[in-house]
């Protein structure tokens, strides 16, 4: 059963919950529950973490605390009872406990230190104050360290002040905003100093200022070092002025043994003293620690001899100083103890013994030595501050050590009244004795006793230092043979008082013989007595006292014989007659010297102080005894104060006319001397005197009539010294006044009641009267003045003890009343006049309510006046803070009310002027100084902030009713309101109050709308319909709208806890203010038309406040907006052109979110549904809605740390809004700016280019005047137009987009030529130039294209559902792609399949990425077509301009077939057209349209030979004509590729498909292109011929047998295809047999005739563009390109098996290395493998431009590859040294290619082409293509290494599309796409040139001298080299210079009329072979006519060429 609890309320969590059960509450160690229910050992009730969430947890979980419930019930709230601040405590622990954590996330690991450091500082503090075991003062003192803790870490992490009263958080409910800032202040202070002392609350006026601190040096003997005494020492430590020549301390004694430690075992680590009590003026004099060394033991040290060893003697041994102030510093900053070592020094004379330390000092080192290194003290020292009880207190553990306290001699600074002392220091100065008939001089001791008055020696009266017990006699030490001994020795005679008085000293001089016995003996003695005669004390001076002879037989035993004789020369003058017959005789010629210092509390040494005590002895001298009082030392007169101030009441009383005014003068006097801080604190002690010991009943009646008589005098008297004295003294005359009024009033029951009345009145006009006079003439007058006002308020206390309050504060009105204006006395008087009204008010009368009502005008009235003429501001906000404080705790009265009103009237005006003026001082001077005028400070502003801000929190709703009834007119309320909202709006806008000041500035806010409220009624009441004024609504909205922009309201940032805290206290102000303005606004009516568009912007910041509630109340104002302006104009345009404005920098700005869009469209479109204008709102609504969605992406990318595709994407999204939609121009044009700023931060030097465009566009050539805009200064449109162009132009030369660059650069020719301006025009055209050489010289990559679909509503909306084709950086393939799509949307996934999605993709909550590469669709078909165009200009518009892009997926139409799969392979091709051609202002547009095409199997074929064909002339063509050097590697694996594969099924599965009389019976529509494939395939059957031609003349002897084998296959591809085509065995005869003669091949296989080039050309242009396409592709076709990238992202998903898969692909592209490829990668994405972009499948070798441009790292690495090629075997050892030119490794390993030749010539391989070989058979030959793919010289290479692990040696690939050489730039045969990346391998033969790579791409660059059959058909066979040093490599490369052309390279001229010849390839950039000589070409270029066959200039040498091209005619037309 449930029941509630009664008093389990409140609990901590101790072990943590997990809820398990059932209702179970989740619960963490440390949490609090607040507990409703209990059950069975459960409870049942909330986490106060989650208040809402209610639960059961097991009751053994929680520890009980006591805590405090009220409401009980339902709603009941409990706080725990314990110490607020161990609240405090743990709550701040919990929120720093997060704010820790993420210091270490954000690298702050200093402060994560400091502060977990901290924290555990406060754990512990914590415990301990729960323990409840520690005294008060220990609590205070933990909780200043904690609140010293809890400041220090939320200044340190931010978080907010927290302003404190006595360690306690104050409530700032219960005191005044002034006082709330006061504390602020303080907590600031004390966090900024970190300060020991947490000093809440300023000292009020009238406060003393503070007492000096003392300070004490602790010091600490560690050890003494020495080797040589070997005797016990005396060392005693002093402290000594060097200024002064002078100790100033008494000296600390420690006695040591002679092995360097204590004497006194017990004193073992205890040998410490405190030196106490010295002044801050002690510290900075020349102050020195002295030590001196006293050894006991013999007479000499090093002589055994001299004296017996029995005897001991005091000796002096040597003397250590230490400089304090060299220290001072060093132990100021440490705070604890410091060690120093100190060098002891033994003195070279000891006669100057006694200045030792002064020589030691001023380093005069002849007088001293030092014994040895090692002889030194090591002391410790450390600077303590304090008085005595707090040192105490702090440190305990020093006290407990046995400290020596040493005590300054003389008196401190600061006498306390307990501090009694009575210590008499005695200084043995010096002696001068007789020789005594002796050889040499006396060793002289001086023994001296104590004694008393009868005789008796005083026990323990004699101290020699500090630590050590005092004793009864003293020895001094021995100087060796000195007569005239010097000792300087200190004694301190610490006699009882009681004792003082008739006792004695007597000093006994011995001589110390080393002789006979080593006695010693006595020869004379001194003696001085401590008291005179007259009852004073020895002075303190050097006394010369009478030495007395007497010998060893002398007895003392009765003093009374020696003390009659005089004891010194002034004693002697006192008793002259002496008898002569005494015992004591004195030596006239011997003297001795002591002086003297008295410390005492109770003795006097003054003769004129005991006059006075003792004045009836002198009744004639009591006018000269008082008047010499004031000659007193205060020392003397504090001791005895009592005694003094009786005496002088006494005198009064005995005769008040004779001696009155002396009585006044000396009790004025002493009064004043306790106002002296050194006596102040005897003032106690003067209270205690006059409350408790004061008799004097009549002594008021005098002191009243002197006073009066004084203040009368002031106005005549030109000195007034005596007067200003005793007006100081004001407070304690009155105290003596009062009480003797209050005693005579006692002891006559009340009599003369009205005369003691009278006389005050009279004395109060008199100060009145003091106070009147003018004393702008007299300055003596004004300080009288001056003293009496600062007296004046310390007599109210006393008044009212006889007065009423109403009669004391009518006094105290009448005399501030009676003080002049502000206008007639000077500043400094001003100042002292404030001060007393600020005591005033500080004073106890002021808190009467009584009072206020009589004294506050008056204070007003002095305020009013300063504060209109900005005078002492400080002082005047002071006293109104006080005033405040007061009226604040005594707020419950009824009279308050009144003052209140009172201060309305009289301040709020000014107040709001003077807050004004201040701000407007304080912004000015920061904009000219950039700092503050010492009037205009922050304290000022906040001390009048708070004032202002008291008064308004203390009117009510009568005041604000009164206040707005008083004025006399509209203009005034105007002006007050203006004022007001002003103040308000300053407070906001210049942040008075610091951000951490989080209490401070919630409760202005929190009076400020309790303001606005009662002021807007004020507001809608006088000033909307007739007077209706624009200002003051202005004014009153601006208002609003920041208040509610408050950054310290935004409640959504803050802590939850604190969150709940701020809004049970205050509720959410804006919510108010939100109201507030809505209703006023609504109070406009037809005058809101007046803020159209004016408020728009900020009503639009105040909507975007992210509190749904001010949104819901504000967002329909804009409806309102939008209904008005209709009205008036017809549209809302203005609504609708400021609202887009305002939304674009706010959203930038961070304001708003989707939440705010919903709301934002759902709101308006409700309200505009119902209007008649509402389709016109409607569309604004959601163009408004649809920007803001804009916005926000935009934000949140570039807030974000967003890639820049995502910035750039959301860029452009957003410019073409503005664009195209709500057609903002400026908008627009800004944005354009900030994308091409993007662009280049990205280095898209092109795209950057094409966007500055936009805005070019814009402009016309014209002269209109432009104003200044972002970065443009005002100009004219032409010259923004041409700075523009130029730096677009720049743009595109950056980007190597030099064609774009070229219309630009006409454009400004044009405008240049037009204005004649021909320098500007000779740059431009030398721009261009240089801009077509770089087109034809530079190196330019070719990109890739990828197309990307982002699936999902996760995607930011310009994205959502989309697809774009995005241009691939330089070197980017997809691979990397992708891994930079995924890396840009971590939280997207790619999708597996290229299939299009389904809608439960699109509309799910997440990010699905679809990625595979595309390849362009070139718009410039006609420059592709044309033969004269140079491979490089084709190169850039095959992939630039593009919009169209297309990619390839197979598929099976029907049933399959298995014995030939090719039957049913079709392929599905989808052509993407984009918005926007690429590249343009972006990387990427989006997909507009998709077409779908299907491509026939037979199709399929005729693109797959035709690519195949053009592939293989283009790379003959090149070896005919010695493009390519005599390695004809390339060429012959490219043969054995299409010839083994033709063999062995390649085209034959395409006979088998297509020519057989089934298929085409059953596809009778498909005649043409079977004919079509038929042709083809004579032609590669032609085409293999004149190759194999070609290979036979440079196939090296070693490579024969390949070659043979060529020709064998060759032979059976031939017969294989006879049937179908029988003139094919008459074509080539060379190759029906190996008998056939040389010269019959050559003449049957020429050169490539144009007939021949024709048969390319007769399709359609697709195929076209396809030829010249630098792709990467490594499958068959561009098909394959895609059919690649497509498996690769989706293998898995597609509905077959990979087997299937395999098939397809294999059906598709007969020729095995594609099936390779493909099987690779079904291998691969069959073990889902990584989605790679691998060169495996698909397009991604580099293109050939790469290799240039490779960095330097890939061609170290590659060089390095080299070297490495010199371990292997030389060239004769391989098997046949052709297929090894100067190699390269590849990991370690032969090239691909090369191991692949060796499989094919050293051992027989199954075959690769057989479509029949399993995967896994195949899986050995997955990397054919890729061997050859990548490149060979500089670029990196993109083979993954995982691939090459697979098979160590790889046969030769023979397919259709098996590698060639990267000179031809083709490498795909589907399309014709050309690898790009192939390097050539007569690079590797020929190393690297170091010149600029030459040109060798045209055709004009052969002229026909240049080369001749016979010699192409012979060459020389190379050597191998392997160093790039080699001579012979050098040699080989030589040629002479050639520039290059660019006509273009076909092999054979062809005229005008005939089709287009095949598009140029690129050479190798890198070709070492250069044989054309430049000035030929230039000869040739210039004289040869274009048009011309080449036949017709053929030389006579190239007949077999001409031969060899009939036959090859001849063939063509058989056929």
């Known amino acids: 059963m449930w029941t509630p609890t009664e008093e389990e309320k409140y609990g901590v969590v101790i072990c943590s919950f997990r809820g398990s059960v059932p209702q179970g509450l989740v619960l963490e160690i440390g949490e609090t529950v607040q507990i409703l229910e209990k059950c069975e050992g459960w409870y049942r009730g909330v986490s106060t973490k989650k208040p809402n969430i209610k639960g059961i947890f097991p009751a053994n979980y929680i520890h009980l605390k006591k805590a405090i419930v009220s409401n009980r019930g339902q709603y009941e709230t409990v706080v725990p009872l314990e110490d607020s601040i161990v609240t405090e405590v743990t709550a701040t622990l919990q929120e720093w406990a997060s704010l820790w954590k993420q210091l270490y996330v954000k690298h702050k690991v200093d402060l994560f230190y400091k502060l977990r450091h901290v924290m555990n500082e406060l754990i512990d503090l914590r415990r301990q104050l729960l323990s409840g075991h520690l005294t008060q003062d220990q609590v205070r003192e933990v909780k ?146 002295i030590a001196h060394v006293i050894r006991i033991g013999r007479m000499l040290l090093n002589d055994s001899k001299k004296g017996p060893a029995h005897l001991h003697y005091r000796r002096p041994y040597g003397c250590a100083v230490l400089s304090i102030l060299d220290v001072l510093q060093s132990l100021t900053e440490l705070k604890e103890e410091k060690d120093f070592v100190l060098k002891v020094y033994t003195c070279n004379n000891e006669s100057e013994w006694s200045q030792i330390h002064e020589n030691i000092i001023r380093k005069s080192s002849a007088k001293y030595s030092a014994p040895s290194a090692s002889h030194g003290l090591i002391i410790s020292l450390q600077l303590l501050r304090g008085d005595m009880e707090q040192i105490r207190r702090e440190n305990p553990m020093t006290f407990n050590r046995g400290l020596a306290i040493t005590r300054k001699l003389g008196f401190p600074d600061v006498i306390m009244p307990g501090d009694i002392r009575n210590d008499l220091y005695l200084t043995l100065e010096k002696g001068d004795f007789e020789r005594g008939g002796k050889s040499v001089q006396k060793n002289i001791e001086v023994t001296m006793y104590v004694l008393y008055a009868d005789g008796e020696i005083l026990k323990d009266c004699i101290s020699l230092g ?243 008589w004084y203040m009368d005098c002031s106005a005549e008297l030109i000195r007034q010294d005596h007067i200003q004295e005793a007006m100081r003294a004001l407070e304690y005359l009155f105290k003596f006044i009062v009480q003797s009024r209050i005693l005579y009033s006692r002891a006559t029951c009340g009599m003369e009641e009205e005369q003691f009345r009278s006389s005050i009145q009279e004395l109060f006009q008199s100060i009145r009267f003091v106070l009147s006079l003018d004393s702008r003439n007299s300055e003596t007058l004004l300080f009288t003045q001056a003293a009496l006002l600062n007296s004046f308020p310390t007599i109210f206390d006393e008044l009212l003890q006889m007065f009423t309050v109403q009669e004391v504060a009518e006094f105290v009105r009448g005399t501030l009343g009676s003080m002049p204006s502000t206008v007639h006395i000077g500043q400094s008087m001003d100042v002292v006049k404030l001060q007393s009204i600020a005591r005033t008010v500080d004073s106890r009368l002021f808190s009467f309510s009584e009072s206020r009502r009589i004294l506050l005008p008056v204070v007003l009235h ?46 709020l005006d000014v107040l709001l002027q003077t807050l004004l003026t201040i701000m407007s001082k304080s912004h000015a001077q920061e904009a000219v100084r950039g700092q503050r005028c010492p009037q205009c400070t922050a304290e000022i502003t906040g001390e009048y902030v708070s004032c202002l801000l008291s008064l308004l929190r203390q009117m009510c709703d009568t005041h604000y009713q009164h206040l707005l009834d008083n004025f006399q007119s509209k203009d005034e309320l105007k002006e007050f309101l203006l004022k007001i909202f002003c103040v308000f709006r300053n407070l906001m806008k210049m942040s008075v109050f610091p951000r951490d000041w989080m209490v401070m500035r919630l409760l202005t806010s929190n009076i400020i709308v309790t303001t606005v409220q009662y002021l807007s009624s004020a507001l809608h009441k006088n000033f909307t319909e007739t007077d209706f004024d ?158 803001m969605e804009r916005l926000l992406d935009y934000r949140d990318c570039m807030k974000g740390e967003e890639t820049e595709n995502k910035k750039i994407g959301c860029t452009v999204n957003l410019m073409n809004f503005y664009k195209s939609e709500i057609n903002k121009e400026e908008m627009y044009i800004r944005y354009i700016h900030k994308l091409c700023d993007m662009h280049l931060q990205a280095e898209n030097y092109t795209e950057a280019a094409f966007t500055l465009l936009l805005y070019c566009e814009l402009l016309q050539w014209e002269e209109r005047p432009l104003r200044e805009f972002l970065h443009y200064p005002s100009q004219t449109e032409w010259q923004r137009k041409e700075g523009l162009c130029r730096k677009i132009i720049h743009y595109f030369n950056k980007g190597k987009s030099w064609e774009f660059g070229i219309p630009l650069c006409r454009e400004l020719a044009c405008q240049y030529e037009s204005l004649y301006d021909y320098q500007s025009l000779s740059w431009i055209r030398k721009m261009e130039a240089s801009y077509y050489d770089n087109i034809m010289e530079q190196q330019r990559l070719e990109p890739e294209f990828f197309r990307v679909g982002f699936y999902g509503r996760k995607f930011p909306f310009f994205l959502r559902n989309k697809e774009y084709v995005c241009r691939g950086h330089d070197y980017e393939r997809l691979e990397a792609f992708q891994q930079r799509m995924l890396s840009e949307f971590p939280q997207a996934v790619a999708m597996q399949h290229p299939n299009h999605p389904d809608d439960a993709i699109l509309q799910c909550d997440a990010q699905y990425l679809q990625i595979y590469a595309v390849t362009p669709i070139p718009d410039y078909v006609d420059v592709l077509q044309m033969d004269r165009v140079p491979d490089r200009v084709k190169s850039f518009y095959r992939v630039n301009n593009v919009r169209k892009f297309r990619y390839d997926r197979p598929f099976h139409k029907g049933p399959k077939d298995k014995e030939n799969e090719f039957k049913s392979l079709w ?525 017709a200039s053929l030389p006579p040498g190239s007949v077999k060429e001409e031969q060899a091209r009939m036959a090859w005619e001849h063939g063509r037309g058989e056929q």
């Not at 006293?879 to 308050?896: H, N, Q």
Request: proline share 6%; glycine share 6%.
């Open 144 to 289: 200043r360290h904690i609140t010293v803790r809890l400041d220090w870490g939320n200044e340190h992490l931010g978080l907010d002040l927290v302003p404190r009263k006595d360690f306690e958080v104050v409530d700032s409910d219960q005191i005044s905003v002034s006082d709330l800032y006061k504390m602020h202040l303080s907590s600031r202070q004390s966090v900024q100093q970190s300060t020991s002392q947490v000093d809440t609350m300023r000292p009020r006026h009238g406060e003393t200022c503070r007492m000096p601190v003392p300070h004490h040096f602790f010091l600490s003997l560690k050890s003494f070092t020495y080797n040589t005494i070997g005797e016990d020492t005396d060392v005693f430590f002093s402290l000594y002025d060097m200024r002064e020549g002078k100790q100033i301390s008494e000296r600390f004694l420690v006695r040591l043994n002679k092995n360097g430690g204590p004497r006194n075992p017990e004193k073992i680590e205890r040998m410490c003293a405190l030196f106490t009590d010295l002044s801050s003026k002690d510290m900075k004099r020349d102050l020195y620690i």
């Open 862 to 907: 002095h305020i009013h006046l300063h504060l209109r003429q900005q005078k002492e501001l400080l002082i005047c906000s002071g006293i109104l803070g006080s005033i405040f404080s007061i009226i604040k705790t005594s707020s419950l009265e009824a009279d308050v009310i009144e003052e209140v009103e009172m201060m309305v009237e009289s301040l």
């Open 1030 to 1187: 624009f200002k003051v609504w202005n004014s009153y909205f601006s208002l609003a709208v920041l208040f509610i922009n408050q950054p310290s309201l935004q409640l959504e940032i803050i802590t939850s806890s604190k969150r709940k805290k701020i809004l049970d206290k205050y509720g959410d102000m804006r919510v108010m203010m939100a109201y507030e303005l809505f209703s006023m606004w609504q109070n406009l009516g037809e005058h809101k038309i007046h803020f159209i568009p004016g408020m728009i912007g900020p009503f639009l910041g105040v909507t975007l406040v992210p509190q749904p509630e001010v949104r819901n109340i504000m967002i329909p104002i804009f409806h309102d907006m939008m209904d008005w302006e209709q009205r008036k104009n017809g549209n809302f345009k203005q609504v609708e052109a400021e609202l887009i404005d305002k939304l674009d920098s706010m959203v930038s700005e961070g304001k708003g979110d989707e939440s705010y869009r919903e709301l934002f469209g759902l709101l308006l479109l409700e309200k505009v549904e119902q209007e008649t204008w509402r389709e016109t709102g409607i569309s604004f609504v959601t163009s408004v809605t649809r920007l």
């Open 466 to 708: 500090s630590g050590e017990p005092n004793r009864s006699s003293y020895h001094s030490f021995v100087l060796y043979h000195s007569n005239s001994p010097r000792w300087g020795e200190i004694i301190k005679l610490p006699i009882p008082i009681d004792r003082f008085r008739g006792s004695h000293l007597r000093f006994e001089f011995r001589h110390c013989s080393t002789k006979d016995k080593g006695e010693k003996k006595l020869f004379g003695f001194a003696f001085s007595p401590l008291m005179r005669d007259d009852g004073t004390t020895l002075s303190d001076d050097i006394h010369e006292l009478y030495v007395y002879k007497c010998d060893e037989n002398s007895t003392f035993n009765n003093h009374a014989l020696y003390l009659g004789l005089p004891c010194c020369k002034e004693d002697y003058s006192g008793c002259p007659n002496i008898p002569s017959s005494l015992i004591f005789q004195r030596s006239t010629k011997e003297s001795f010297f002591i002086s003297t210092q008295l410390s005492s509390t109770k003795l006097t040494q003054n003769v004129d102080l005991l006059a006075l005590l003792k004045w009836k002895a002198f009744p004639d001298r009591i006018m000269d005894i008082l008047g010499r009082l004031r000659h007193v030392n205060g020392e003397e007169i504090v001791k005895f104060l009592q005694d003094i101030l009786d005496t002088l009441f006494v005198i009064l009383d005995d005769n008040t006319e004779k001696y009155g005014l002396l009585v006044f003068q000396s009790l004025v006097f002493i009064i004043n001397l306790l106002r002296d801080i050194k006596y102040f604190h005897f003032r106690p002690v003067m209270d205690t005197y006059i409350q408790k010991h004061f008799a004097g009943a009549l002594a008021y009646k005098e002191l009243i009539r002197c006073l009066k």
């Open 1467 to 1991: 392929i599905e091709r989808t052509t993407l057209t984009l918005t926007h051609s690429l590249p343009g202002i972006s990387r990427w547009f989006e997909v507009e349209r998709r077409e779908l095409v299907e491509v026939s199997p037979l199709e399929n074929a005729i693109q797959v030979v035709e690519n195949k064909n053009q592939e293989l002339r283009a790379l003959i063509s090149q070896y005919q004509h010695k493009q390519v050097h005599s390695n004809i590697n390339l060429l012959s694996m490219c043969l054995n590729g299409v010839i083994d594969a033709a063999v062995n099924g390649g085209i034959a599965r395409y006979q088998e498909a297509f020519f057989d009389k089934d298929y085409i019976t059953k596809h009778p529509g498909d005649a043409e292109k079977i004919t079509q494939l038929k042709e083809l395939m004579q032609e590669q059957v032609h085409i293999l011929g004149v190759g194999l031609a070609v290979h036979e003349k440079f196939v090296h002897p070693e490579m024969r047998p390949l070659h043979k084998k060529l020709i064998d296959q060759f032979q059976m591809m031939r017969a294989s295809l006879y049937h179908e085509f029988p003139g094919l065995d008459k074509l080539s005869p060379a190759c029906s047999g190996t008998s056939t003669p040389r010269g019959n091949v050559l003449a049957s296989h020429s050169p490539m005739s144009p007939e021949s080039m024709k048969m390319t050309h007769r399709h359609s242009p697709m195929n076209l563009m396809g030829t010249g396409r630098h792709s990467s592709s490594s499958l068959s076709s561009h098909a394959s390109s895609e059919a690649g990238n497509v498996v690769m992202l989706g293998d898995s998903n597609m509905g077959e098996a990979p087997e299937d898969l395999y098939h397809h692909m294999q059906l598709a592209y007969p020729n095995p290395r594609y099936q390779g490829s493909v099987t690779n990668v079904s291998v691969l994405s069959s073990s889902q493998a990584s989605p790679s972009s691998s060169s495996l499948s698909s397009t991604h070798s580099a293109p050939s431009q790469m290799i240039t441009s490779a960095p330097s790292s890939a061609r170290d690495k590659y060089r390095h590859a080299r070297e490495m090629m010199l371990l292997l075997p030389t060239h004769r050892d391989r098997p046949s040294s052709a297929m090894y030119p100067a190699a390269i490794l590849e990991n370690g390993q032969l090239p691909n290619f090369q191991r692949a030749l060796f499989q094919q010539v050293v051992g027989a391989c199954k075959p690769c082409s057989d479509p029949n070989l399993s995967v896994a058979e195949k899986g050995h030959y997955s990397l054919h293509f890729d061997a050859f793919h990548h490149p060979l010289g500089d670029t990196p290479p993109a083979l993954p290494a995982r691939t090459l692990r697979k098979s160590p040696l790889h046969p030769i690939p023979a397919s259709p599309t098996s590698p060639q050489s990267g000179l031809d730039g083709s490498n795909s045969t589907l399309s014709g796409s050309a690898s790009s990346g192939v390097s050539s391998l007569s690079e590797s033969n020929f190393g690297h040139s170091s010149e600029a790579p030459p040109r060798t791409d045209t055709m004009d660059s052969m002229p026909s001298q240049a080369w001749n059959a016979d010699e192409d058909l012979e060459p020389p066979y190379l050597p191998v080299h392997y160093s790039l040093s080699e001579s012979a490599v050098l040699d080989s490369i030589k040629a002479q210079p050639c520039r290059s052309h660019s006509a273009p390279g076909c092999v054979i001229p062809q005229d005008p009329m005939d089709p287009p010849a095949l598009p140029p390839k690129p050479y190798h950039p890198r070709l070492p072979a250069l044989e054309h000589d430049e000035g030929v070409l230039l000869r040739e270029e210039a004289e040869r006519p274009r048009g011309l066959h080449r036949k």
